[in-house]
C-alpha cells in the first residue's frame, strides 16, 4: 500500500527510495528551486501592464481613482456585500474595523492565527483575550469563547482559519446574549463559504488580506466588507484621514488608502481566482491522496460543500507518527520544500502577550496541541500534482529512517 507514494523520481532526477536519498542524509535536495508556502499567484501579466500603463497616462496614482473604485465595485459584488472597502493591508484593514465599532478593554480572539489579528487590537490599547480552538476544526470553539467573557468584554474577532469558516451562527448567538459586538478576520477566507453563505457578510464586518502570499493578491492590500451602511461610512472617512472634502476633517482618521497600481493587480487577478483556485484544490487532492496514507499522517480537509479556496495544505502529525513534526519540516527543508509550522507557538507565547499573560496556556490546551503538530505545506500554481507525490514520498522515507 505504502509504495503508492515511493518511490518517485523528482524533478532533480535523484529516485527517493531510502534514507541514502534524503538531503538531510547529505544527497542532493529533490528540488533545484525552493517551494514556498504562499509563492504568489500572478495572473495575465500582459493585461496588468496594460492597466499600468493607462493608469500612468491618467496620472492617477492614490487616492481612490477609477482602479481602486472598480475593484471595490467587483469585490462588493463578489462578496455579496453592500460594502467594500478596499485597504492598503490587512492589519490597517483589521485596525479600522475595530475601531469603527468601538472595541475597547477586552476582546477574545484565538491564540492559533497569524500575530497581527491580536497586534491590531493591542496596538490600540485593547487586551486580546485568547479563547481555545476546536481540534478538529483549528476554529474557534464556542464553548471556549463563553469562558472568556468578563465585565471588561466588548467583542469578538474571529478568524476563518485555512478559508474554513468559524462556527458564525454560534458565534453571533453568544454576541447576541451578551451585547459583545462581532468581527471577522478572514484573512484566509476570500472566495470562501461557509453553511452554503459567501464569507464576508458575517458579523458587523469582515476584513480580508491581499497579502502576496494570500490566495487573492493586490501586492499588498486587504478589504473590509459590511452590510451596515453607518459603519462603512465612518470607516470610509478613517481610511482618509477623516477628509469629507477638501480642507474638511470631520472624523479621526488614519491612511489606509490602497493605490491605483495594486488595485490594477487585483482587478487582474480576480479574473484568474478560478485558475487558481483549480491548480489548489487539484494539489489539495493529490496530497491528501499520498499522505493521509502515511502512519499518523493526515492532511485537514475542507468541505466539499463549501466554496473553499484551497490555499492551505495543512498537515497534522499525530502521536502514531513515528517520527516528530520538526523532524518532518528539517527533512522537507533539506530538499528545499520550504513547509512552515504555521502558527507555532502560538500568538500567546509571542511577545508582548507572553511576558502580559505568562500563564495563559493553561487554558488553551487545544491551541498547543494543534499548534506543535501541524506543518503547512506548498501549493499554488508554482506546485504541480507531481510535486506533491514526490513531497509525499520524502515524507515517507523521513517516517522509515
Ligand atoms: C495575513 C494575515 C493578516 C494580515 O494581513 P496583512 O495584509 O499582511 O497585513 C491578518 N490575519 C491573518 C489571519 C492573516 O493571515
Redesign the pocket.
Known sequence: MLDRTSPRQASSGKTIRSPADLAINGAPPAFAEPLHVGKPNVGDRAAFMRMADAMFDSGRLANGGPLVEELERRLAEHLGVRHCLAIC????A?EIAIRALDLSGEVIVPSY??V??AHALYWQGITPVFADIDPDTHNLSPAAVRRMISSRTTGILG?H?WGRGAPVDELQAIADEHGLKLMF?A??AFGCSQGGRKIGGFGSAEVF???A??FFNTF???AIATNDDELAQRMRLMRNFGFAGFDNVIHPGTNGKMTEICAAMGLVNLDGIETVIATNRRNHAAYSEAICQLPGLSILPYDAEEAGNYQYVVMEVGPNCPVTRDAIVAALQAENVLARRYFWPGVHRMQPYRDLFPNAGALLPQTQVVADRVVVLPTGTAVTPEDCRVIAAIVEITERA
Do not use: C, P, R, Y
Not at 493591508?89 to 490597517?92: A, D, F, L, Q
Open positions: 493591508n490587512g492589519t490597517v483589521l492565527t497569524f497581527a489579528t478568524v482559519l478576520d484573512a484566509h488580506s491581499f497579502h502570499t494570500k499588498e492590500g486587504g
